[in-house]
């Protein structure tokens, strides 16, 4: 297995062999799994083609998902950008609607990409392929980039784990938006450094975020909380591209958020036992759906 577990060392390997994060990456998992880099490169490929299809998939349905909680929020977005652009530009919009086209894809059980959880499923590809759209991209780019990111989770996950019911939601869309934003770095040609930096600023500043899902589904806080992940990932690249650093090194901030997540109460961890899950309205919602037995 790969000696690279830490951030620090990924940067040190990056420098000492002259190579980007990709690079190192996709040598690794090849000498790791027995196959060729050719043949990494092409798994990559194919989730990214799956990434488009649920984006497409997403964008063209109105279904609602079985609990008719969730749905019809891509759509809503899609009518309104029709008529009245967003004040933030295209870009803006693309990454919104692809957030939630793919996290409300999910809901109705369609195919897409657990990046790196099924609740978090939106924010990397929203990002990665909306970017890519407007900047023109090329195949060979977005391969590289996913690459970049898929290599964040990796790192993160040795520390830590990426599930909910054990550090919250930090460890799902916090981590998810910690990889939008390294692959969104590596398509605007920035440094290993600002890769990293750009990684750190957006889990420091999410640090803490519960998973208090309602009625224990994966539909509210979750769809919505997708394309708000999302900016904040593309706000981490625009700060790191402009040298704003994060002060605390992007491995200590996965200690911290490891800790973090040890320190986050039960009830705030997927159990749907406090938070917006135990509100007035949040109780009716789950008392509608499961009856008076629940």
Request: aromatic share 4%; hydrophobic share 40%.
């Amino acid at each position: 297995m790969t000696n690279i577990i830490t951030f620090e060392q990924l940067k040190n390997e990056c420098i000492d062999r002259n190579k980007r994060i990709y690079e190192i990456a996709q040598e690794e998992m090849a000498k790791d799994s027995g196959i060729s880099i050719e043949e990494v490169r092409a798994f990559a490929n194919k989730s990214l083609f799956n990434m488009k299809e649920a984006i497409e998939a997403g964008m063209a349905s109105k279904e609602p998902s079985m609990s008719g909680l969730t749905g019809q929020d891509c759509d809503r977005l899609q009518k309104r950008y029709k008529t009245e652009r967003s004040m933030f530009g295209s870009l803006f919009e693309k990454i919104v609607e692809y957030a939630i086209a793919t996290s409300e894809e999910n809901i109705r059980m369609g195919k897409i990409v657990a990046c790196p959880t099924a609740g978090s499923c939106g924010i990397l590809p929203s990002c990665l392929i909306g970017v890519s759209q407007e900047y023109n991209y090329s195949e060979t780019e977005q391969i590289n980039a996913l690459i970049t990111a898929g290599e964040i989770g990796r790192i993160i996950s040795v520390k830590m784990s990426l599930a909910g019911a054990v550090a919250g939601c930090q460890a799902e869309c916090g981590v998810a938006g910690a990889m939008a934003a390294a692959a969104v770095c590596q398509l605007k040609g920035g440094s290993v450094e600002k890769i990293l930096n750009s990684s750190a600023l957006v889990l420091k500043n999410i640090l803490g975020l519960t998973c208090d899902p309602v009625a224990g589904l994966v539909e509210i806080p979750c769809v919505k909380r997708n394309p708000f992940l999302a900016v904040n990932s593309i706000t981490a690249v625009e700060l790191s591209l402009s040298g704003v650093e994060s002060k605390i090194p992007i491995d200590e901030i996965v200690d911290a958020m490891a800790q973090t997540g040890a320190l986050l109460s039960p009830m705030l961890k997927e159990s749907s036992q406090a938070g917006l899950a135990t509100t007035k309205t949040g109780l009716k919602i789950k008392k509608k759906i499961f009856g008076s037995l629940t």
